[in-house]
């Protein structure tokens, strides 16, 4: 579903011409609208630069003339994921497929609440950019000398290539890094997952666990936290990162405390991650999809319909995802195990999380 984000206020809209129309057709952008969003700070980053922003009204006003070119009359607002993919195609013809057209059209699809657009352009940003962190990674461990011996003539893959053509790249990535330096050392750099965030974003969680009696409370807690903020992207109609939440989602996690929280087990706390696309993942019956729609990787879960196995040892960038959390909230380094992953054959991706020793006396009240 998407909607018009004009404001019914009557504030004016940016009208311009499409200088890439040679007939000049009239395109409008609801800058002041978008700028508005931008301030609030709720669905994008906050202090963007005016310079930012100029660059992403630049980048929509030229994605409005292509609709209108593509189908006279439509907007930004009608747009769907084949539109984005045109787009994007276009784009890394003329060698312009880069992080901030990426950022610009996602951040003003979401100011839409176009949730088809939205969903397109995280997909074909996500892969790439993964791809890109995990070679800093490399080089950050490893030195730049080292790192150029490890990866040799490797190069992450544009912005913008699309998802079936991710799972060969990043093959060859881990072929590269597993040769080099073995699957210990492979894991030690995929553990550092470019999706987690640093430690100040989980001030919440680290706040939770300090007033709790135990890990136990902690954990019934976060998941009392977690089923509330899925109610509130239900409620709003809005992604929760790249899907929609519905009411079987919402009861199917209330059901199960190991999905955005965990549930301890001795000195261990177990999680569960909530699937991908669990919309479909409920709905699927067959195993080989309903494994597809779990998966969360951008580099490989297209190899899973495909039929082609990837190194066991990718899942650990989602293993370094699930504990950067508990790391942030308990204040010490903590050990993880994959125990379960769509990537392996599964149908849902488990991890077994160790309490550090000087936390094991507040396991339980």
Same mark, same amino acid.
């Given at each position: 579903?998407t909607?018009?984000?004009?404001?019914?206020?009557?504030?004016?809209?940016?009208?311009?011409?499409d200088?890439?129309?040679?007939?000049?057709?009239?395109i *409008?952008?609801?800058?002041?609208?978008?700028?508005?969003?931008?301030?609030e700070?709720k669905? +994008?980053?906050?202090?963007?630069?005016?310079?930012?922003?100029?660059?992403?009204?630049?980048?929509?006003?030229?994605?409005?003339?292509?609709?209108?070119?593509?189908s006279p009359?439509?907007r930004?607002?009608?747009?769907?994921?084949?539109?984005?993919?045109?787009?994007v195609?276009?784009?890394?013809k003329?060698g312009?497929?880069?992080?901030?057209?990426f950022?610009?059209?996602?951040?003003?699809?979401?100011?839409?609440n176009n949730?088809?657009?939205?969903?397109?352009l995280? +997909?074909?940003?996500?892969g790439?950019?993964?791809?890109?962190?995990?070679?800093?990674?490399?080089?950050?461990k490893?030195?730049?000398?080292?790192?150029a011996? *490890?990866l040799?003539a490797?190069?992450?893959?544009?912005?913008g290539?699309?998802?079936?053509?991710m799972?060969?790249?990043?093959?060859?990535?881990?072929?590269?890094?597993?040769?080099?330096?073995?699957g210990?050392g492979?894991?030690?750099?995929?553990?550092k997952s470019?999706?987690?965030?640093?430690?100040?974003a989980?001030?919440?969680?680290?706040?939770?666990?300090?007033?709790?009696k135990?890990?136990?409370e902690?954990?019934?807690?976060?998941?009392?936290?977690?089923?509330?903020?899925?109610?509130g992207?239900?409620?709003?109609?809005?992604?929760y990162?790249?899907?929609?939440?519905?009411?079987d989602?919402?009861?199917?996690?209330?059901?199960?405390q190991?999905?955005?929280?965990g549930?301890?087990?001795?000195?261990?706390?177990?999680?569960?991650?909530v699937?991908?696309?669990?919309?479909?993942?409920l709905?699927?019956?067959?195993?080989?999809?309903?494994?597809?729609?779990?998966?969360?990787?951008?580099?490989?879960?297209e190899?899973?319909?495909?039929?082609?196995?990837?190194?066991?040892?990718?899942?650990?960038?989602?293993?370094?995802?699930?504990?950067a959390?508990?790391?942030?909230?308990?204040?010490?380094?903590?050990?993880?195990?994959v125990?379960?992953?769509?990537?392996?054959?599964?149908?849902?991706?488990?991890?077994? *999380?160790? *309490?550090?020793?000087?936390?094991?006396?507040?396991?339980?009240?």
């Amino acid at each position: 579903m998407t909607r018009s984000c004009r404001n019914p206020e009557g504030s004016t809209l940016y009208c311009g011409p499409d200088s890439s129309s040679a007939r000049g057709r009239l395109i *409008i952008v609801d800058e002041k609208g978008f700028r508005r969003f931008v301030r609030e700070g709720k669905r +994008v980053a906050k202090g963007l630069t005016e310079e930012t922003i100029k660059s992403h009204v630049r980048t929509v006003k030229e994605f409005e003339g292509f609709l209108s070119r593509r189908s006279p009359g439509r907007r930004f607002e009608d747009a769907r994921a084949n539109d984005v993919k045109a787009f994007v195609r276009k784009l890394s013809k003329e060698g312009r497929c880069t992080f901030d057209n990426f950022i610009g059209l996602l951040r003003y699809s979401r100011f839409l609440n176009n949730v088809d657009a939205e969903q397109a352009l995280i +997909v074909l940003w996500d892969g790439p950019s993964v791809l890109s962190e995990m070679c800093k990674n490399v080089e950050q461990k490893y030195g730049k000398e080292r790192s150029a011996e *490890i990866l040799g003539a490797y190069r992450p893959p544009p912005v913008g290539m699309p998802p079936k053509r991710m799972p060969k790249s990043t093959s060859d990535f881990l072929s590269r890094l597993e040769s080099a330096v073995g699957g210990e050392g492979a894991r030690q750099v995929l553990i550092k997952s470019p999706h987690a965030s640093p430690p100040s974003a989980y001030a919440d969680r680290k706040k939770a666990f300090r007033e709790a009696k135990s890990v136990d409370e902690f954990l019934r807690t976060l998941h009392e936290s977690y089923i509330e903020e899925l109610r509130g992207y239900m409620e709003q109609g809005t992604l929760y990162f790249n899907q929609p939440i519905n009411k079987d989602v919402l009861d199917w996690v209330k059901a199960n405390q190991e999905i955005g929280a965990g549930v301890r087990k001795g000195n261990e706390i177990y999680c569960t991650k909530v699937p991908y696309m669990a919309i479909e993942y409920l709905r699927e019956k067959d195993r080989t999809m309903k494994r597809y729609y779990c998966c969360h990787c951008p580099l490989a879960r297209e190899s899973i319909p495909a039929g082609k196995e990837m190194s066991r040892n990718l899942c650990y960038c989602s293993a370094g995802y699930e504990k950067a959390p508990f790391e942030a909230a308990f204040g010490k380094p903590v050990k993880i195990r994959v125990l379960k992953a769509a990537l392996w054959g599964d149908t849902l991706c488990r991890f077994a *999380i160790e *309490i550090p020793e000087g936390l094991k006396k507040r396991l339980s009240a």
